[in-house]
């Protein structure tokens, strides 16, 4: 397939987004809900207000670190589906290191400990699956995903056991961390999450155009005997790009505890590692696509929220979500097929 | 307990998987890989709840699965085969879809009771055999149709032309093609005909095992069903056998469950999970298979022009 150019690539997003909103609209109509209204109240939600903003600023932040790393690994030919999982296990190792913290401890060496044990969780966990692939080439894509369930279990369990909340027992919550562990969130209550997000969409930028690791990777991904013929040691590179997606994912899972929850809580993510897929493939590997994709995406989210109010269940964000994704590929897909107007048959071309 | 009644448990856990393992064995045995078996099972159990909530027959509902699983698959097999989107992202896609439709479809329907669910049979002097009596012939049809199924697909792949051309599907769909064979045709009639029986699957979670609707009432199920495919290498009758199993240990964990042993219920509640981690490290193990031993062509679309 031949690449389009920007002005046909930017076409084809707008046709899949307004095909978008009329499957959108239809599906509303059907079960009796005014589109327009629906759709407004949406955007409202998303982008509304400054605080509707920053609260959908807020969602973009794990979903884009997710799809950062989920975007890093499947240049090694990796597919994570496990972000949601890492992102909960980063979140615990985050929690439990926030919850341990004595008391007077500096601020700065509080959100370090937080964002390094959301790092190592995260990526201790995907590296259970990268260890499997490299030794027992077990299929990442089903082991990954099985890893998500353990570890929201895992959550699950310490919030309603050994690290549930005195205070909120009936609410499956830890305590608060201490404001040692918490992110700051100077302007209009983002959090410093946001920086780090545009950090990790930089880095991977570098490790596009300036990093021998990030030419391994490609190479181990799209042609995996080139590269051990070329002295690239496959399995180890695309081993280190899933731990490094599942680092990402974890620091998600940490900002969101250290930052907008403030406590390790049962249900912790919305789908966030999942969301972060669906952006992955949209933005098709560029860091600036990812984080446009993200902040949409969250919008769909928040706006599918605050439509709860207006009875009109707020699944449709997920909905919109998906058939958003599948029409811009179907766009892209299509893009093959031209037709040809006036050329007779056996004409010569 | 008696081990009657946790066989009978098992197979009763077992069912759904064996629906939608069933269901993805035989689409990726025509070459395409479905990963939205979790969305289209949702899409099933929604569809049958709310198809017995409106008639009143848990029948009906279970053809309303089976109609509204077809479609899903029908619109995935146009993106997939037609459109030639790639398999695995469209496959994620629809896991979303599923979950996001199902949940919006279903909202109204959170917490009702059941107008009418399914009924285990009374065969009379059957069901007193003894332990065939109460594991098998004491069930409910769509249990007693899991375990049929196998049994019938196996005989199809192997013993009838049309099951050699399904089989030829995900291997050499050029040369299906070269005989005259309608490749796209057919490949649409199974991703059609196996989300069908995935969304069977689903209706079993919501008439039969819950039953009720509930929010992502398959819990992972899907995704399991999957890796069923994997364990059990694309064959029905070893594919049956590892629902069987899972169903053994979800009956086992529920079973502990109620005798109030000392363990927390998370961590029976993760054995599903850990078991298809081990399942599927056993199996990588033990077969040094390209890629996991499936049809050759499997992921691919068929592009004639690319012939």
Redesign the interface.
């Known amino acids: 397939m031949t690449t389009p150019s920007r002005a046909e690539s930017a076409l084809r997003v707008v046709i899949g987004t307004i095909a978008t909103f009329v499957i959108g609209a239809l599906?509303l109509v059907l079960?009796g809900h005014n589109p327009v209204f629906a759709f407004a109240a949406m955007f409202r939600g998303a982008f509304g207000s400054i605080v509707a903003f920053a609260s959908t600023v807020d969602k973009a932040v794990p979903i884009g670190l997710c799809a950062i790393g989920i975007s890093l690994a499947y240049r090694g030919g990796l597919?994570n589906?496990g972000a949601e999982g890492q992102f909960y296990f980063g979140a615990f190792a985050a929690a439990g290191f926030g919850l341990s913290l004595p008391e007077n401890v500096p601020h700065a060496l509080g959100i370090a400990g937080v964002v390094a044990c959301g790092l190592a969780g995260g990526a201790a966990w995907a590296a259970i699956a990268a260890a499997?692939k490299v030794w027992?080439?077990?299929?990442e894509?089903?082991?990954t995903?099985?890893?998500n369930?353990?570890a929201i279990?895992?959550v699950?369990?310490l919030v309603?056991?050994p690290w549930a909340d005195p205070v909120t027992f009936s609410f499956p919550y830890s305590p608060e961390l201490p404001d040692a562990a918490r992110l700051p969130a100077p302007i209009a209550g983002i959090d410093l999450g946001a920086v780090i997000t545009l950090l990790a969409a930089a880095a991977l930028y570098a490790v596009d155009r300036g990093m021998r690791w990030g030419y391994e990777l490609r190479v181990a991904g799209d042609a995996p005997r080139a590269a051990a013929y070329g002295g690239i040691r496959a399995s180890a590179v695309t081993a280190s790009a899933l731990v490094a997606a599942g680092a990402l994912a974890g620091l998600a899972g940490a900002i969101e505890v250290a930052g907008t929850t403030g406590r390790l809580q049962s249900g912790l993510s919305p789908?966030y590692g999942?969301?972060g897929?669906?952006v992955a493939?949209l933005a098709r590997s560029s860091p600036l696509g990812i984080i446009a994709g993200s902040v949409v995406y969250a919008g769909l989210l928040n706006g599918g929220f605050s439509l709860q109010v207006s009875g009109v269940?707020s699944?449709?964000?997920?909905?919109?979500?998906?058939?958003l994704?599948?029409c811009i590929?179907?766009t892209f897909?299509?893009g093959r097929y031209r037709l040809r107007f006036g050329a007779a048959v056996g004409e010569a071309p | 307990m008696s081990l009657e009644f946790l066989l009978a448990a098992a197979l009763i856990s077992s069912t759904p998987l064996a629906y939608a393992a069933l269901g993805e064995l035989v689409i990726e045995r025509a070459g395409i890989v479905n990963?939205g078996v979790e969305g289209t099972m949702l899409i099933g159990a929604v569809a049958g709840f709310i198809g017995a909530q409106i008639t009143g027959s848990a029948w009906a509902g279970v053809l309303a699965a089976l109609v509204c699983g077809a479609l899903f698959g029908g619109a995935f097999a146009m993106?997939t085969i037609t459109?030639?989107?790639?398999q695995?992202?469209?496959g994620?896609?629809?896991?979303?879809?599923g979950?996001?439709?199902s949940?919006?479809?279903g909202?109204g329907f959170v917490g009702v009771p059941p107008r009418a669910v399914i009924h285990k049979l009374n065969l009379g002097v059957l069901g007193h055999v003894p332990v065939l009596g109460p594991v098998i012939f004491g069930q409910d049809p769509l249990v007693l149709g899991a375990i049929l199924l196998p049994v019938l697909l196996s005989l199809y792949l192997r013993f009838t032309r049309m099951g050699l051309v399904l089989m030829a599907l995900g291997e050499t769909p050029e040369v299906v093609d070269s005989l005259g064979i309608p490749v796209i045709l057919l490949r649409y009639a199974y991703v059609i005909s196996g989300s069908a029986l995935m969304g069977v699957g689903g209706a079993y979670l919501s008439l039969a095992y819950i039953p009720s609707w509930i929010e992502n009432i398959t819990a992972?199920r899907g995704?399991i069903a999957?890796?069923l495919v994997?364990f059990g290498t694309w064959r029905p009758l070893w594919v049956f056998g590892g629902a069987v199993l899972f169903g053994l240990v979800d009956a086992v964990r529920f079973r502990v469950q109620l005798d109030n042993y000392p363990v927390?219920p998370?961590?029976l509640?993760?054995l599903p999970?850990?078991a298809?981690?081990l399942v599927?490290?056993l199996v990588?193990?033990s077969r040094a298979h390209g890629r996991?031993g499936g049809p050759a062509a499997l992921g691919a679309a068929y592009d004639r022009e690319r012939r």
Request: avoid cysteine.
């Open positions: 599906l079960t597919w589906i499997a027992l080439r077990v299929n894509v089903l082991s995903l099985m890893l369930y353990v279990l895992w699950d369990y309603s056991g789908g999942f969301i897929i669906l493939w269940p699944a449709i964000g997920t909905v919109l979500q998906a058939v994704l599948v590929l179907t897909s299509l | 990963l993106l459109a030639r989107l790639d695995v992202v469209a994620l896609a629809f896991t979303v879809l979950r996001g439709l949940s919006y479809i909202a992972g995704w999957i890796a994997i927390d998370h961590f509640n993760m999970y850990l298809t981690l599927l490290a990588a193990r996991l």
